[in-house]
C-alpha cells in the first residue's frame, strides 16, 4: 500500500501544508516555467504549480506554438532543445508557395504576394513533454492539476509579504510556504489574490469597468488545429474566383443559414475603439501552419462587442468558452462545406483553455508605458540591455529602449515578482509587442534570478539591488 505523504504542518488559515520551499511559482507558463528553472539552477529549493498537464501556458495548453529565433537564456536552450527533439516544423514558399500575402495567413498576410518567407512553429504537446522533463532534470517540485485560489499573508513593515499560497488538488486544499513568490500566472491572478492594486482589461481601474466602448479588453481567443487541409486547392480557388478573402464563399453559406453573425464578422473602423483592427473583427479565416504539411491552427477570437472580462467575471469566463466552442465547430463546418482543400479536413485539437490577451495589470514601483518606449528611455535598474521592438500601433515603428527592474515588483506586497502579461506596464504597450513568448521566457528568467539572490542575501525582491542587465 501506497502511503500518503504527511503534511509539514497547518497554515494559520487551517490550511494543511505540504510543500516549504525557497521559492514557489504560481504559474507553468513561459514566465513561471523560465522563473522556476532559474531559481532551481541557482541553487533554491523550488516548487511550481499548474492548473494544466504541462508548463507552456498558452503556447502549449493554447496550442499558439510560435516559435522565435533565441534571444538568449533559457529561451535559446529551449528553442534549441525543440529542436533536437523533432517539435519544430518551418513552412517556406517551396512547401507553402501560395502562403505569402495570402490574406489568410494569420502571421505573414503582410508579405509581398510569392516572397520567401519562413514560418516555424512548434508541436505544443511535444514542446510541452520537452518542458516538462526540464523541470525534472532541474530538480524543481511541479505540481500539475493543481488551480490556485488564495494566499496567506503577513504584515511585514510598511507593506505585507506572502506568506503560503493556497491550491486545490485532487487531494483537497492544500498550502505551500515560501519565502519569494512569483506571478506566472499571465492574469496577474496572485496580485489580485493579494488585494493589491491593478488596471482591468481595457485600461481602466477595476471598480470602473463598464459596457462602455471605451472600456472594452482587447478580446481574448481560442486556438484550434485542423489536419488534412490541401491549401494549394484553397489558393487555386482564390486566384481562380478572384476570391481572396473567401467572401463568395462566406457570403452564400450566410445566406444558406451556414454562418452565425458572430463568425466572419466585419472589422470595426471609423474610430469605435481604441486598438485599431487588430483582432476587432475577423472578417474571414485566419490561420497558420503548424506540425508539418496539412496541419494549420486558426484563430477565434471573443467578439469585441461582447466586453468580456474573462480573467475576473466567472459568467464572462464560461460565455467564452461555450461561445467559441460554438463557433469553432460552425467555422468547421463551414470550411469542409464550402472551401476547396478543406472537403477532408478535421478538427485535430482545441485549446485547453481561452486566451486572455488583457486582463489585469498590476502596478508596481515603476509603470511602463508606451510612452517609455517612444521616447526610448533609459534606466538605472534596466534588466536587459536597450532592446529594439516593432510596435504595429505606430505604423511599425521600432524603438530602442530599457525596462526597470521595478516593474516586477507590484505594489503593496514586498516578496512578490512579477512575469510575462502580469508585469507592471500598460495594457496597449504589453498589447503591442511585450508578450510573446521570447519576451516573457526572458522575465521569468529575470524574476527567478532576482528570487535566488533575495533568498540567498535574505532580503525581499523589493530590497535587492539591480544594477545590471542580465540579457
Avoid at 500566472?185 to 469597468?209: D, I, L
Avoid at 472580462?309 to 466567472?314: F, G, L, Q, S, Y
Amino acid at each position: 500500500m501506497i502511503e500518503r505523504e504527511q503534511p509539514l504542518g497547518i497554515s494559520p488559515g487551517g490550511v494543511p501544508v505540504v510543500a516549504d520551499v525557497d521559492v514557489v511559482v504560481i504559474g507553468g507558463g513561459p514566465g513561471g516555467f523560465a522563473a522556476a528553472l532559474r531559481a532551481r539552477r541557482e541553487g533554491c529549493t523550488v516548487v511550481m504549480v499548474e492548473r494544466f498537464d504541462m508548463p507552456g501556458g498558452v503556447h502549449t495548453s493554447g496550442l499558439q506554438g510560435a516559435a522565435n529565433t533565441g534571444v538568449g537564456g533559457i529561451h535559446t536552450e529551449l528553442m534549441d532543445r525543440f529542436d533536437r527533439e523533432g517539435c519544430l516544423y518551418t513552412a517556406d514558399e517551396i512547401s507553402l508557395p501560395d502562403w505569402a500575402g495570402n490574406p489568410l495567413a494569420h502571421y505573414d498576410h503582410y508579405l509581398a504576394p510569392g516572397s520567401p518567407f519562413k514560418r516555424t512553429s512548434f508541436n505544443p504537446d511535444g514542446a510541452g513533454n520537452v518542458m516538462v522533463r526540464m523541470l525534472e532534470e532541474a530538480g524543481v517540485q511541479a505540481i500539475y492539476g493543481a488551480s490556485f485560489v488564495d494566499v496567506e499573508m503577513d504584515r511585514d513593515g510598511e507593506g505585507r509579504r506572502i506568506t503560503h499560497a493556497i491550491i486545490e488538488t485532487v487531494a483537497g486544499r492544500q498550502a505551500l510556504r515560501g519565502r519569494v513568490f512569483v506571478e506566472g500566472t499571465g492574469t496577474a491572478e496572485v496580485v489580485a489574490r493579494c488585494g493589491a492594486p491593478f488596471v482591468s482589461g481595457g485600461g481602466r481601474q477595476p471598480e470602473t469597468v463598464t459596457a462602455d466602448p471605451e472600456q472594452r479588453p482587447i478580446p481574448g481567443g481560442l486556438l484550434w488545429i485542423m489536419n488534412g487541409v490541401d491549401f494549394a486547392q484553397t489558393a487555386a480557388y482564390q486566384r481562380q474566383e478572384n476570391d481572396p478573402t473567401l467572401s463568395r464563399l462566406i457570403n452564400k453559406a450566410r445566406a444558406a443559414g451556414d454562418i452565425p453573425p458572430e463568425l466572419y464578422r466585419p472589422r470595426m473602423d471609423g474610430g469605435k475603439n481604441v486598438y485599431g483592427e487588430h483582432y476587432i473583427g475577423h472578417p474571414t479565416v485566419d490561420m497558420s501552419p503548424i506540425h508539418g504539411p496539412g496541419s494549420f491552427i486558426l484563430w477565434q477570437n471573443v467578439p469585441y462587442e461582447w466586453a468580456l472580462h474573462m480573467d475576473e467575471d466567472a459568467a464572462h469566463a464560461s460565455r467564452a468558452k461555450v461561445e467559441l466552442r460554438r463557433l469553432i465547430h460552425a467555422e468547421a463546418r463551414f470550411l469542409t462545406k464550402y472551401v476547396p482543400g478543406f472537403q477532408n479536413a478535421v478538427i485535430a485539437h482545441v485549446g485547453r483553455y481561452v486566451g486572455v490577451r488583457d486582463g489585469r495589470h498590476p502596478i508596481g514601483e515603476y509603470v511602463f508605458s508606451i510612452d517609455d518606449a517612444r521616447q526610448e528611455r533609459r534606466f538605472p535598474d534596466a534588466v536587459t540591455r536597450p532592446m529594439t521592438k516593432t510596435f504595429f500601433w505606430d505604423a511599425y515603428r521600432k524603438y530602442t529602449f530599457e525596462v526597470p527592474y521595478r516593474c516586477f515588483l507590484p505594489k503593496e506586497v514586498n516578496n512578490l515578482l512579477l512575469t510575462g502579461a502580469s508585469l507592471s506596464f500598460t495594457f496597449e504597450t504589453i498589447f503591442m509587442v511585450m508578450r510573446n513568448f521570447p519576451w516573457c521566457t526572458q522575465t521569468g528568467e529575470i524574476a527567478g534570478l532576482a528570487a535566488a539572490r533575495s533568498v540567498q542575501a535574505g532580503i525581499t525582491p523589493k530590497q535587492l539591488p539591480w544594477t545590471e542587465p542580465l540579457f
